[in-house]
């Protein structure tokens, strides 16, 4: 059987190929030739091509937006970089599914995954990525840098990288491999004998390499000097720190902390200890007191500025704009410029009801003011900013998905693609309900939106407030963190009640990061890591079914979309049954 480890040969192919495509029309040096030493070469002061290969690291980070099916291994997929794949990772989570029957998001919906049909390329991404700064790391100190900082942030930024895709791996898979600093070439006999190491030495090693670099990258810039930052979105301390975060909390979760299967030391922690909890509350308190970062009092700033105070840790592209993504994301009704809008994505009635009311009462609640005959009345303005739900605004008429309407006319002739729920998602969209047209954003295309934020302010608020919440309960510091995001989003009043217990305060917590970071790639992780996608996930998910009455009223009505497959095995993902048939010593996780 051929050896064909992604992580080892991979990397070279499109290092070489970034690096190529960087050079001007006419080479110095035929394609062919290009090796290590071209790459690090001892005679270049200027040390481009090997920054340039630290730049390709930086394209490695995952995209946003058409996570899972656009390049990556689905088998169901026969055309990866088919537009009707373009979906958000919240179609695999309780928030939305897709609207189009022949969307291959359904095959994961219905299916799930396995070692043969696996959700993503993760696996060979990230491990491709991890070699790469190894090769850098090895090879670096050959160039004769005339610029002493690049001597030393790159090297920094190299292994910054190297622990934030550690990071991608383990909260897939649990515990891998660690290479260290090796290098391995592809028949190496050693490489097909890896075996996985704990998940607590991936988190130990990835928090300690973090740590060594924090203090040797460049300086963080100022929000004046981020607009023109040449290297904004490179590795930087607060960075760092936002990743050391995520790692903690993703180790303190209960997925992990302790694990269900304790015998399997890659699995998680064989006991659960409050302290992984004060450990992540720390890490997220860190960045807070840099005071670098702050809520944008606009959400809409977060989809037009490039640089914002929010925006922490983000995968960059050329800041290219467009309106391609509203005519994604907009009823099909609407057709700006004679172009039809095309509606990919369906909230869920679930999601929809997370949203409480402006007076900060879920609807729920009996005194909240809820009104089932009129639903989206006097609700979080969030929701309205998330989603396309039956009389919003937009482009200067009522949105219609009502039986019938515009927006949902059951005629395949009219609308290829149709809400599945009653509702379209809005999220990313500008702020256009009296626009004539869409407003130009950045570009929401081919997966990418750049820059797709990973991190922001708000995630790092509710990270500490959900950390220390579960560390030492619901003291004041952690109403604090809540409130600043209730407050931006024009909750009214936005405190919430005094004397909140542990689990009142742990329930708010969770639905805040749901509606606050819809669609920002958060809940599909979070439902796993708090180890309740089972529940919420693995069962029936619902829509409305919105009548147009005699009198011009609506009536709404639940109706049942799906109910998604998931198993126990699918919190942890499998891994690729290439890699485990190559490497016998390459545990499977439980279940696959």
Same mark, same amino acid.
């Given at each position: 059987?051929?050896?064909?480890?992604?992580?080892?040969?991979?990397?070279?192919?499109?290092?070489?190929?970034?690096?190529?495509?960087?050079?001007?029309?006419?080479?110095?040096?035929?394609?062919?030739?290009?090796?290590?030493?071209? &790459?690090?070469?001892?005679?270049? #002061?200027?040390?481009?091509?090997?920054?340039?290969?630290?730049?390709?690291?930086?394209?490695?980070?995952?995209?946003?937006?058409?996570?899972?099916?656009?390049?990556?291994?689905?088998?169901?997929?026969?055309?990866?970089?088919?537009? &009707?794949?373009?979906?958000?990772?919240?179609?695999?989570?309780?928030?939305?599914?897709?609207?189009?029957?022949?969307?291959?998001?359904?095959?994961?919906?219905?299916?799930?995954?396995?070692?043969?049909?696996?959700?993503?390329?993760?696996?060979?991404?990230?491990?491709?990525?991890?070699?790469?700064?190894?090769?850098?790391?090895?090879?670096?100190?050959?160039?004769?840098?005339?610029?002493?900082?690049?001597?030393?942030?790159?090297?920094?930024?190299?292994?910054?990288?190297?622990?934030?895709?550690?990071?991608?791996?383990?909260?897939?898979?649990?515990?891998?491999?660690?290479?260290?600093?090796?290098?391995?070439? !592809?028949?190496?006999?050693?490489?097909?004998?890896?075996?996985?190491?704990?998940?607590?030495?991936?988190?130990?090693?990835?928090?300690?390499?973090?740590?060594?670099?924090?203090?040797?990258?460049?300086?963080?810039?100022?929000?004046?000097?981020?607009?023109?930052?040449?290297?904004?979105?490179?590795?930087?301390?607060?960075?760092?720190?936002?990743?050391?975060?995520?790692?903690?909390?993703?180790?303190?979760?209960?997925?992990?902390?302790?694990?269900?299967?304790?015998?399997?030391?890659?699995?998680?922690?064989?006991?659960? !200890?409050?302290?992984?909890?004060?450990?992540?509350?720390?890490?997220?308190?860190?960045?807070?007191?840099?005071?670098?970062?702050?809520?944008?009092?606009?959400?809409?700033?977060?989809?037009?500025?490039?640089?914002?105070?929010?925006?922490?840790?983000?995968?960059?592209?050329?800041?290219?704009?467009?309106?391609?993504?509203?005519?994604?994301?907009?009823?099909?009704?609407?057709?700006?410029?004679?172009?039809?809008?095309?509606?990919?994505?369906?909230?869920?009635?679930?999601?929809?009801?997370?949203?409480?009311?402006?007076?900060?009462?879920?609807?729920?609640?009996?005194?909240?003011?809820?009104? #089932?005959?009129?639903?989206?009345?006097?609700?979080?303005?969030?929701?309205? %900013?998330?989603?396309?739900?039956?009389?919003?605004?937009?482009?200067?008429?009522?949105?219609?998905?009502?039986?019938?309407?515009?927006?949902?006319?059951?005629?395949?002739?009219?609308?290829?693609?149709?809400?599945?729920?009653?509702?379209?998602?809005?999220?990313?969209?500008?702020?256009? !309900?009296?626009?004539?047209?869409?407003?130009?954003?950045?570009?929401?295309?081919?997966?990418?939106? #750049?820059?797709?934020?990973?991190?922001?302010?708000?995630? &790092?608020?509710?990270?500490?407030?959900?950390?220390?919440?579960?560390?030492?309960?619901?003291?004041?510091?952690?109403?604090?963190?809540?409130?600043?995001?209730?407050?931006?989003?024009?909750?009214?009043?936005?405190?919430?009640?005094?004397?909140?217990?542990?689990? %009142?305060?742990?329930?708010?917590?969770?639905?805040?990061?749901?509606?606050?970071?819809?669609?920002?790639?958060?809940?599909?992780?979070?439902?796993?890591?708090?180890?309740?996608?089972?529940?919420?996930?693995?069962?029936?998910?619902?829509?409305?079914?919105?009548?147009?009455?005699?009198?011009?009223?609506?009536?709404?009505?639940?109706?049942?979309?799906?109910?998604?497959?998931?198993?126990?095995?699918?919190?942890?993902? #499998?891994?690729? &049954?290439?890699?485990?048939?190559?490497?016998?010593?390459?545990?499977?996780?439980?279940?696959?």
């Amino acid at each position: 059987m051929k050896k064909n480890y992604a992580w080892c040969c991979l990397i070279l192919i499109t290092c070489f190929v970034a690096v190529s495509s960087c050079k001007k029309a006419f080479e110095d040096k035929p394609l062919e030739l290009l090796t290590i030493d071209y &790459i690090f070469d001892e005679n270049d #002061p200027t040390g481009d091509q090997a920054f340039k290969w630290v730049t390709n690291i930086y394209s490695k980070i995952p995209t946003g937006y058409n996570r899972m099916l656009g390049g990556s291994s689905w088998a169901f997929n026969s055309n990866p970089r088919s537009n &009707i794949s373009l979906v958000p990772l919240e179609c695999f989570s309780d928030d939305a599914v897709p609207s189009g029957d022949g969307n291959d998001g359904w095959n994961i919906i219905r299916g799930g995954y396995s070692p043969i049909a696996t959700f993503d390329d993760t696996w060979g991404n990230c491990y491709s990525a991890i070699r790469a700064a190894n090769i850098f790391l090895q090879n670096y100190q050959r160039v004769p840098w005339a610029d002493s900082s690049r001597k030393v942030w790159l090297p920094n930024e190299a292994r910054a990288l190297r622990a934030f895709f550690y990071y991608e791996l383990i909260r897939r898979y649990g515990g891998v491999p660690l290479l260290g600093d090796k290098i391995y070439d !592809s028949n190496d006999r050693e490489l097909l004998n890896l075996k996985r190491n704990s998940f607590e030495e991936c988190v130990n090693y990835i928090v300690s390499e973090l740590d060594r670099v924090k203090d040797s990258l460049r300086p963080d810039a100022s929000l004046a000097g981020r607009a023109t930052d040449a290297d904004y979105g490179k590795m930087r301390k607060s960075i760092v720190l936002a990743i050391k975060a995520k790692v903690l909390l993703l180790a303190a979760s209960p997925l992990f902390n302790p694990s269900s299967t304790p015998q399997k030391t890659f699995t998680g922690y064989a006991a659960y !200890s409050a302290e992984r909890w004060g450990a992540a509350a720390d890490a997220a308190k860190a960045l807070i007191d840099l005071g670098l970062y702050d809520l944008e009092a606009n959400r809409y700033t977060l989809v037009l500025a490039r640089a914002n105070k929010e925006h922490i840790f983000f995968r960059m592209s050329d800041p290219r704009t467009d309106n391609v993504y509203a005519y994604y994301m907009s009823p099909p009704g609407f057709k700006p410029g004679n172009r039809n809008s095309e509606g990919r994505v369906s909230p869920t009635q679930e999601f929809v009801d997370a949203f409480p009311m402006k007076n900060g009462k879920p609807i729920t609640d009996p005194t909240s003011g809820y009104n #089932p005959a009129n639903p989206y009345a006097g609700r979080d303005p969030r929701l309205e %900013q998330t989603v396309f739900y039956n009389g919003a605004k937009w482009l200067q008429r009522p949105v219609e998905t009502f039986e019938g309407g515009k927006d949902k006319p059951n005629d395949a002739t009219l609308a290829a693609v149709q809400t599945k729920t009653g509702y379209y998602a809005k999220k990313f969209c500008a702020n256009d !309900s009296s626009s004539a047209n869409f407003t130009v954003t950045f570009i929401r295309d081919g997966g990418f939106i #750049p820059p797709w934020c990973l991190i922001r302010y708000a995630d &790092i608020l509710l990270m500490y407030a959900e950390a220390k919440n579960e560390f030492s309960g619901p003291e004041a510091t952690v109403y604090a963190a809540v409130e600043k995001i209730r407050q931006r989003a024009g909750l009214s009043p936005y405190t919430l009640p005094p004397g909140l217990t542990r689990e %009142q305060m742990r329930e708010i917590v969770r639905n805040e990061r749901r509606i606050e970071l819809a669609f920002e790639e958060q809940r599909f992780w979070d439902i796993r890591r708090w180890k309740i996608a089972k529940s919420v996930y693995g069962t029936a998910l619902h829509g409305v079914t919105v009548t147009k009455n005699a009198n011009n009223t609506f009536s709404y009505a639940p109706k049942e979309v799906t109910t998604p497959y998931f198993t126990d095995a699918m919190y942890l993902f #499998p891994i690729a &049954i290439k890699e485990t048939q190559v490497n016998p010593g390459l545990e499977q996780n439980p279940g696959y």
